[in-house]
């Protein structure tokens, strides 16, 4: 990929070392195209599927880590493999999930994602997620904007009227708000994708998202989400807990959306 092509947020960023965007952002392009020549394939082969994420997770941590040093990577696949992440604890963390919507994957829709981000201090430092499908990378850089390709993104009016909600208790929280939300007149959908949900919450495909947040070994479960956070939050939109206050990345339900979404909730 061209240096030229690099979203102008990521070539502005400051960074702990000197980092080969195009190279990075090549290889997303790589394995995003082989997710999609394999779909048919892997729809009808779950082994093979898992065999395949952990191929592609390791080659990103093997490229992540040539580039940033013998940083922390918190990556999905290894995680639920080992329990912690790998590499040496520090303020710099990188969190990875090579295929964000693996179960929309393997049955055949396009709701799926690579993305991978950078946490300073517990926090976004920047984002990338890659929709194979479309062809597409979303960026974000702590207070450098958030871009799709090299056009800056921004909050718009929307008259969508679907939202995500991930939905498996038929009780609590969760269900308390799908079931405000449909009073309302908004489709309920399930996730699928949370970091591709979150940039179409920016791009206007969807009213909002809300989403429990869990941890497992004191580790917070942030590889499907920190990028996709950090486009909305550097885009323009406000990030709460359900109960209107600020989300401080622990657990808990984050919510995000428009103005109207919000409102539906109760929140303001």
Known sequence: MPADDVPPCLVDLPTPTSI??????????????????????????????????????????ELLRAQFGDVSVLAEETFHRTGRPVGTPGRLQLVLDPVDGSRSYADG????????????????????????????????????????????????????????IRQR??????????????RHGY????????SLKLCWVVEGRIAGLVKPVTERNGILSTWGLAAGQLVTEEAGYLVSSLDGSPWEWAPGEIVIGDAGFRSALGLH
């Open 169 to 182: 208790d038929r009780t609590g929280p969760m269900a308390l708000a799908a079931e405000k939300l449909s």
């Open 187 to 194: 489709l309920v959908e399930g996730m699928a994708c949370t």
């Open 109 to 164: 829709s396009a709701t799926y994602a690579i993305t991978l981000a950078a946490l300073l201090d517990g926090r976004p430092l920047f984002g990338l997620v890659h929709h194979p499908a479309e062809q597409v990378t979303y960026a974000a850089a702590r207070g450098l904007g958030a871009y799709l390709g090299s056009r800056r993104l921004e909050p718009r009016r929307t008259g969508s009227r679907r939202v995500a």
């Open 20 to 61: 080969d965007w195009p190279a990075l952002l090549a290889r997303l392009t790589h394995w995003g195209g082989m997710l999609v020549v394999r779909q048919q394939m892997f729809m009808s082969d779950a082994a093979a599927l898992g065999a395949f994420e952990y191929e592609l997770e390791c080659d990103l941590i």
